[in-house]
């Protein structure tokens, strides 16, 4: 069974950085992609940033210049690093994946159990 495990959330002040990881362990063939998303209290889940297999990315407006979304793909390892982080980044981040568990298997998606980020003011 394949999952998804983030870690690195906590609390910390306005300016400051963090770092997520996400790791996907289990029977896998390969990942086409990987991103994170966040979902704020009382707020719909949103696209914090993405990265495919060959290393394109994408950013929501939001975090553009300030984080930063890198993957090993030795490791099935999704990174995410925020820097200058504001009070309205305050969520819970999930990772997500599109994957094969075999060459021949159909591609799926699987989500993250989410690590919290509070940013003081």
């Known amino acids: 069974q394949v999952q998804l495990v983030e870690s690195g959330g906590g609390l910390v002040q306005a300016g400051g950085s963090l770092r997520l990881s996400c790791a996907a362990s289990?029977?896998?063939?390969?990942?086409?992609?990987m991103g994170w998303y966040r979902q704020a209290p009382e707020k719909q889940r949103e696209l914090v940033a993405t990265?495919?297999?060959?290393?394109?990315?994408n950013y929501a407006d939001s975090v553009k210049g300030r984080f930063t979304i890198s993957r090993d793909n030795a490791k099935n390892t999704v990174y995410l690093q925020m820097n200058s982080l504001k009070p309205e980044d305050t969520a819970d981040y999930y990772c997500?994946?599109?994957?094969?568990?075999?060459?021949?298997?159909?591609?799926?998606?699987?989500w993250g159990q989410g690590t919290q980020v509070t940013v003081s003011s």
């Open positions: 990265i495919t297999s060959a290393g394109s990315t």
């Open positions: 997500d994946a599109i994957l094969r568990r075999s060459r021949d298997a159909p591609q799926y998606h699987i």
């Open positions: 289990g029977s896998i063939f390969s990942i086409a992609y």
